[in-house]
């Protein structure tokens, strides 16, 4: 098992590959892959606040974390 730090920096590393995707695929105007990939990243921000046992906030906030 994972301790909570390991965790949260997998989450992390995973939003920033995820957003990667989300960039090439911006650069290939594939509008239905950018959304599911938002969607994506989404999801993974609010397990990382979930985990941080804060309310869910703005995105920014949490990126820069």
């Known amino acids: 098992m994972h301790s909570e730090a ?3 920096a997998r989450l992390k590393s995973m939003v920033f590959l995820i957003e ?3 960039r090439i695929a911006d650069e290939g105007n594939d509008a239905l892959l950018g959304a599911k990939l938002s969607d994506c ?3 993974v ?3 990382l606040a979930e985990i941080d046992g804060a309310p869910r906030i703005g995105l920014a906030a ?3 974390d």
Request: net charge negative; proline share 0%.
């Open 20 to 22: 990667e995707a989300l």
């Open 41 to 43: 990243i989404d999801c």
């Open 62 to 64: 949490l990126a820069s």
């Open 6 to 8: 390991q965790t949260i």
């Open 45 to 47: 921000y609010a397990e």
